[in-house]
């Protein structure tokens, strides 16, 4: 017998999962690990680009995703962040070493799904103006790995759909 006789129970059955995305379209999606939901990210923007006329190519690379119309990019996708009602969304891994010219960065609220794309030189930008933040170790380390916490609108964007 180990110690799960004293843990508290709610900390066992409490929902971690935020409840008002149970009606949601995306619930599924919600609940995949974030490797699993990554690589569903990717897959569902690929498929709304094609769709809506784009040519969608395989990478040369592993520095980026795909290439559009030409262009290297590379997919960011986000659910809603627990806790907010609307435009919270959070991007991790942004690596701006990598060999792409955008990135296409898809949200997901609980009944639409936006991209956004953003060019490699916003994002350098962003990172500049501390917008865009080291993911890792604070602001003396060097893991060359970015994030963005906040809305969509603190993005210099442009709106795919």
């Known amino acids: 017998m180990g110690l799960e006789n004293i843990v508290d129970s709610a900390l066992l059955t409490e929902d971690i999962i935020d409840s008002r995305w149970e009606e949601s379209p995306f619930y599924k999606l919600k609940l995949m690990k974030a490797k699993q939901a990554g690589a569903r990210y990717e897959a569902i923007t690929k498929d709304i680009l094609t769709k809506l006329g784009h040519t969608v190519e395989d990478p040369e690379s592993t ?8 262009e290297k990019i590379e997919i960011k996708g986000s659910m809603l962040t627990k806790g907010h009602d609307s435009d919270f969304f959070s991007f991790l891994q942004i690596r701006p070493a990598q060999d792409y010219n955008a990135v296409i960065f898809m949200t997901i609220d609980f009944d639409e799904i936006h991209l956004y794309k953003m060019t490699k030189d916003k994002v350098m ?4 103006n501390k917008i865009i933040k080291k993911q890792h170790g604070g602001n003396k380390a060097n893991s060359g790995t970015f994030c963005y916490n906040g809305p969509m609108t603190r993005l210099d964007v442009e709106v795919l759909g």
């Open 63 to 70: 520095d980026h995703d795909c290439i559009v119309n030409g």
């Open 125 to 128: 930008e962003a990172i500049e």
